[in-house]
């Protein structure tokens, strides 16, 4: 059964970075084929990809945000790091991680995390 | 940027009757399209990939259809466990992949 969790600070300050760490369970991110990606939700609006990263360490960014993200992978831990500097209140949302099964299409994900909320504010 | 445009915004849907949601693209995305369903309080569910194709677990009463800038999500009897928002995403380009504003689909 494949399960990812979202953890990180719920609350953060204008102009901090934001570090979010997604563990995994269920699969490896070292089998080809297999990604993982960020997703981010604002409260009562639309989802917005943020970034992936696949078994063979290829990395993609949402290009709108390309210079404040960051996004690695730790196969002995299972987890996915995402990295956001210079945040502001307009990043408040819900972040998800989520799995791209190999069999899938290149950009979709099958499996979500519960999400984590987190809030920008002085 | 590639555009996705849902509508309606909110569809009340007698149960057992239809319920069709349109997703547009501002350029052709091929078949390139999936479609989530996301329930209250919950993190969002793979329903379609490839316009058509239905992900695992997904019963048949969802389909959809379309391909190039027009796609379909259809409910075709709909029960009071699709009620949810629909979104779209589009992965035909994926360098930059985009969601829709999603559907409300209720329960008249």
């Known amino acids: 059964q494949i399960t990812l969790k979202e953890s990180g600070p719920t609350l953060v300050k204008p102009t901090q970075t934001l570090t979010l760490t997604c563990t995994f369970s269920?699969?490896?991110?070292?089998?080809?084929?297999?990604?993982v990606g960020w997703i981010r939700q604002p409260p009562g609006k639309a989802l917005e990809w943020l970034a992936l990263i696949y078994w063979d360490a290829d990395k993609r960014y949402s290009p709108s945000l390309t210079s404040r993200l960051s996004i690695t992978k730790d196969n002995s831990k299972n987890q996915v790091v995402l990295t956001m500097t210079n945040m502001d209140p307009v990043d408040t949302a819900t972040y998800y991680c989520a799995h791209r099964g190999p069999w899938l299409p290149r950009g979709t994900f099958n499996v979500w995390g519960q999400g984590t909320v987190v809030t920008v504010s002085s | 940027e590639i555009v996705l445009t849902q509508s309606p915004a909110t569809l009340s849907v007698s149960p057992g009757e239809r319920a069709t949601l349109s997703c547009r693209a501002s350029?052709?995305?091929?078949?390139?399209l999936a479609w989530y369903q996301q329930k209250p309080g919950q993190a969002p569910r793979l329903v379609i990939y490839?316009?058509?194709t239905r992900a695992s677990g997904i019963p048949a009463r969802l389909s959809g259809s379309g391909s190039g800038t027009e796609f379909t999500l259809t409910i075709t009897s709909l029960q009071s466990e699709d009620v949810a928002v629909y979104f779209c995403q589009q992965y035909n380009d994926w360098l930059g992949l985009t969601f829709g504003g999603g559907t409300k689909v209720e329960i008249k």
């Open positions: 269920g699969f490896s991110l070292s089998t080809s084929g297999v990604g």
């Open positions: 490839g316009a058509s």
């Open positions: 350029q052709s995305v091929s078949s390139n």
